[in-house]
């Protein structure tokens, strides 16, 4: 079975402007939560979709959103950048949302300048 | 608030030497406890769990980690490191209502040959 797959996997964005990250999970995951990792704050939850709606936020400005599609694959936009939101970007599928099956993507670099 | 800590941020062992790598937390209910491991570049790959049952628990590549209820802890652990272990190191736990996992800040481990 295909992993979960992060496209692209680097990108570089200028302040105030947008951007959309996608993420294609597991075969038969429905499950698709998102996560920012920056050397300063570790590892942090931005949200969780399953079936297609948002069951789990974290606590992030409205400027980051996401959709599910109904294939299960996900999109994350960020809408006017700020040079604080450089990070990795990563993606983690699962069967059902229990996060004991979570299985990560390799992450998408973003960089701001 | 629930929290996982590592208080270490980096931890050096020689080749051949055992390693542990500390976690602790503070999550509410029973606690689920994972451990994920990053290599630069990579996103992340699971270790392993506790979930329940015995308190020694076993993983992937030889790492084992102990589930400690009174002192709230979760170290891992390997009776011998290679210098290929050497990564960034991530605890994470979930606990009850949260739908999501939490991380520590990571703790880099080197192995010198």
């Known amino acids: 079975k295909a992993g979960v797959t992060q496209t692209p996997r680097y990108l570089i964005k200028t302040r105030g402007q947008q951007v959309t990250l996608s993420c294609s999970p597991i075969?038969?995951?429905?499950?698709v939560s998102w996560y920012q990792q920056t050397p300063g704050q570790g590892l942090q939850f931005l949200f969780e979709?399953?079936?297609?709606?948002?069951?789990n936020k974290g606590n992030f400005p409205g400027r980051f959103s996401g959709r599910q599609f109904s294939n299960s694959r996900s999109e994350m936009n960020v809408s006017t950048l700020e040079l604080g939101d450089s990070a990795l970007y990563l993606c983690?599928?699962?069967?059902?949302?229990?996060?004991?099956?979570?299985?990560f993507g390799p992450g998408t670099r973003l960089t701001v300048t | 608030a629930q929290s996982v800590a590592q208080p270490e941020d980096q931890v050096n062992v020689a080749e051949g030497n055992p390693l542990t790598v500390k976690c602790t937390y503070s999550?509410?209910?029973?606690?689920?406890l994972f451990w994920y491991v990053q290599y630069p570049n990579r996103g992340l790959q699971f270790l392993l769990k506790y979930i329940t049952g015995d308190n020694l628990v076993k993983g992937s590549y030889g790492f084992e980690a102990e589930f400690n209820k009174s002192q709230t802890s979760f170290h891992l652990k390997k009776p011998s490191a290679l210098v290929s272990d050497s990564a960034l190191y991530f605890c994470?736990?979930?606990?009850?209502?949260?739908?999501?996992?939490?991380f520590g800040k990571g703790t880099k481990l080197s192995v010198k040959p």
């Open positions: 075969s038969g995951h429905r499950s």
């Open positions: 979709y399953f079936s297609e709606t948002q069951r």
């Open positions: 999550v509410s209910g029973n606690p689920y």
């Open positions: 994470a736990g979930y606990g009850g209502s949260q739908g999501n996992l939490i």
């Open positions: 983690a599928s699962s069967p059902t949302g229990d996060v004991y099956e979570q299985y």
